[in-house]
Nanobody
Framework: QVQLVESGGGLVQAGGSLRLSCAAS????????MGWFRQAPGKEREFVAA????????DYADSVKGRFTISRDNAKNTVYLQMNSLKPEDMAAYYC??????????????????WGHGTQVTVSS
């Protein structure tokens, strides 16, 4: 089993930045594709970004491309999401997820095996 714990969410003004972290425990996730998703109230969970097991490949939703950066530190069993130039429409609960089959890119939440409980990002205009 893999446990994922997100942190780093909070309140930020539009145009500001936040860095989310996702710490994994239970087993190493160095061979897992890791993804970030978000869900706003009344909306479906949507793909934000994913990173391959090696970190050599990344994938982003068009809505965040150029503003968000996903990275990972396999030695620390941790994945990050640097979010810059935040907009009010980025406001949501952000979830970290792990996919064990190493399929990449992977944008479907149904294909991810493990999920964190989420961290809230609030962007004020």
């Amino acid at each position: 089993q893999v446990q994922l714990v997100e942190s780093g969410g909070g309140l930020v003004q539009a145009g500001g930045s936040l860095r989310l972290s996702c710490a994994a425990s239970g087993r190493t996730v160095r061979n897992y594709v890791m993804g970030w998703f978000r869900q706003a109230p009344g909306k479906e969970r949507e793909f934000v970004a994913a990173i391959s097991w090696s970190g050599g490949n990344t994938d982003y939703a068009d809505s965040v491309k150029g503003r968000f950066t996903i990275s990972r530190d396999n030695a620390k069993n941790t994945v990050y999401l640097q979010m810059n130039s935040l907009k009010p429409e980025d406001m949501a609960a952000y979830y970290c997820a792990a996919e064990s089959r190493m399929a990449f890119p992977q944008r479907s939440p149904d294909e991810y095996d493990y999920w964190g409980h989420g961290t809230q990002v609030t962007v004020s205009s």
